[in-house]
């Protein structure tokens, strides 16, 4: 067996623990071995006697789409199987599209219509305040998480590296809030229905990814998204009661 530079790598993060089978979700030793002359073998999973990561010869359109559908197997792809390093410009960017929807609306309730007032910094302070304000909300719903998830399984992260991941998952796990944007782009008269459908996918893709990097059951981690939801929910009430528009 000749193994390629590529199939030394995927030795070598095997070596590190870093994949997993995303059938039972066992560590796996490789997703694949690599032979001579561009000859692939995926790996066979010792526990589920399934393929380890069927989805290392998916298109990644199809991988997103079964991401989209909320399937466990793919969160384990992206997860484990995956060096995707975007959750944090992703987490921006959807703060982003957070911030812009709130703003939208200020300006919508201020009704004001005179045009100079639309170049005032005044206007671009007002983006900024709203991004702060997502950014703590968000950083209330996390930590809502990860109370409840270490008060009611303190083992699952007791390591740095724990929590990381499960950040990492949360983070990526939060994609659907992009959709905001084009919600309020096409602005029709569903507009409030088809935002409160986005907070209910972006929710469920969070459980889902609470439930596959941790491998727990469907209830502990809703439990843990209400925690969350209600200490984000404290924040939105204390910025009310400061006076602030959120």
Partial sequence: ?????????????????????IECNRE???????????????????SCQKPVDKYIEYDP??????????????????????????????????????????????????QNIDP???????????????FGIASLEQTSFLLGIFITLWWMRPEMLKTKSDCI?????????????LLLIPAVIWEHDYTPLCLAFIKVFVLISNSQAIRVTL???RMLPWLAII????????????FQKMGWDV
């Fill in 165 to 177: 991941l499960l950040l990492k998952a949360l983070l990526l796990s939060g994609y659907g809030k």
């Fill in 28 to 46: 796996a030793a490789e997703l694949y071995r690599d032979y001579q002359r561009g000859v692939l073998r995926i790996s066979i999973c010792k």
């Fill in 227 to 238: 925690f969350g939801l209600i200490l984000e929910n404290g924040m939105v009430c204390l």
């Fill in 215 to 217: 491998n727990l059951n």
């Fill in 116 to 130: 100079d007032d639309l170049i005032r910094y005044a206007k671009e302070w007002d983006f900024y305040r709203m």
């Fill in 61 to 110: 359109v199809i991988i997103l789409i079964n991401a989209v559908l909320c399937k466990a197997q793919a969160y384990r792809h992206i997860l484990f199987n995956t060096k995707i390093n975007i959750h944090g410009k992703l987490c921006i960017f959807c703060l982003l599209c957070e911030a812009y929807l709130r703003w939208l609306q200020l300006q919508d309730s201020s």
């Fill in 1 to 21: 067996e000749a193994l390629t530079g590529r199939g030394v790598l995927s030795r070598a993060m095997a070596a590190l623990g870093a994949y997993r089978c």
